[in-house]
């Protein structure tokens, strides 16, 4: 019986096998749905179907770099046990080199080749081995004529649970490095919301400035004196939230943007940061909570 792409996709779909064992389970069962999926059960390859619905909020943030590209991706698990695990940090590390190659967002990240198959088969099959739903969650790519890189927590090189990266523009190539790594720990630290003002979500500039307003209105002054206010609090702001306008963590007597400055300085060459990206394992996720007495009932089939 031919085999049909429809067909391989309702079985991926029941199963969440991958697609070339979703294949192989309908060739060895002459096309018999019901049997193929019986095939792929006893070969252990149904597992994640089963898996798919809990919650994976933890897992490992990497980050790679090549020449003046730098990828961040961020692959969840349901245990930090399972992050820990050499078999996961393997497979996140080779995702993060296939990133490398890929220009569009995290789906296609997930369709894009690794070992004969797609990255999102591959994390599929790996859920079946390991027995714990994992999910490839976040990618990010920046390009420039230096990409830094800086991971938290590594449990190994290039994996962690922050990972960082920072585009700058510059011919000092050493120099726009050191500094850019400097940044990137400074970033991890603090987590800005935007490379400057300019950057930020006119939304989010919006509702800050709402709630400085009625805070300042609370006090009772004039609306000249409020207005004078809400100016001196909303740079203080910016000041808190825009990377190139932050107390530098290494030093902070300086802002970022003076300490890139400095060293652009000293190289004899300008030196400019054009972009960072930040990403923290389950970062957004709401996580399940469950008591104790919950999970040992659960244990015992209860």
Request: glycine content about 6%; aromatic content about 8%.
């Given at each position: 019986m031919a085999i049909t792409a429809a067909m391989v996709k309702d079985l991926r779909e029941k199963t969440g096998a991958g697609m070339m064992d979703a294949k192989k389970a309908l060739t060895e069962n002459d096309g018999d749905m019901e049997a193929a999926v019986d095939w792929l059960r006893a070969k252990g390859l149904a597992k994640a179907a089963k898996k798919s619905g809990r919650t994976a909020a933890e897992g490992l943030a990497a980050v790679a770099v090549r020449g003046g590209v730098g990828v961040a991706v961020e692959v969840n698990s349901e245990t930090d046990f399972v992050a820990r695990n050499a078999e996961f940090q393997a497979m996140?590390?080779?995702i993060a080199q296939v990133a490398l190659d890929v220009t569009g967002d995290v789906e296609a990240l997930k369709a894009a080749p690794m070992h004969g198959k797609t990255v999102g088969d591959v994390v599929t099959e790996k859920v079946a081995t390991i027995g714990?739903?994992?999910?490839?969650?976040?990618?990010?790519?920046?390009?420039?004529?230096?990409?830094?890189?800086?991971?938290?927590?590594?449990?190994?090189?290039?994996l962690g649970k922050i990972g960082v990266l920072v585009a700058l523009k510059s011919t000092a190539t050493e120099a726009a490095e050191a500094i850019g790594r400097q940044v990137a720990m400074h970033v991890a630290a603090t987590a800005p919301a935007s490379l400057s003002e300019a950057d930020l979500d006119p939304a989010l500039v919006e509702r800050e400035k709402a709630v400085l307003t009625e805070q300042a209105r609370e006090s009772g002054k004039p609306d000249a004196v409020i207005e004078k206010m809400?100016?001196?609090?909303?740079?203080?702001?910016?000041?808190?939230?825009?990377?190139?306008?932050?107390?530098?963590?290494?030093?902070?007597?300086?802002?970022?943007?003076?300490?890139?400055?400095?060293?652009?300085?000293?190289?004899?060459?300008?030196?400019?940061?054009?972009?960072?990206?930040?990403?923290?394992?389950?970062?957004?996720?709401?996580?399940?909570?469950?008591?104790?007495?919950?999970?040992?009932?659960?244990?015992l089939g209860r």
């Open positions: 996140v590390s080779e714990e739903n994992m999910a490839v969650r976040r990618f990010a790519r920046l390009e420039a004529d230096v990409v830094a890189s800086y991971v938290h927590n590594a449990v190994a090189p290039g809400i100016v001196g609090r909303m740079n203080k702001y910016f000041q808190e939230v825009c990377l190139l306008k932050q107390a530098f963590v290494i030093n902070p007597d300086h802002t970022v943007e003076q300490a890139v400055e400095a060293a652009a300085k000293e190289a004899g060459a300008p030196i400019v940061v054009t972009g960072f990206v930040r990403l923290a394992v389950g970062e957004g996720v709401e996580k399940e909570e469950e008591d104790f007495a919950a999970e040992v009932a659960k244990t």
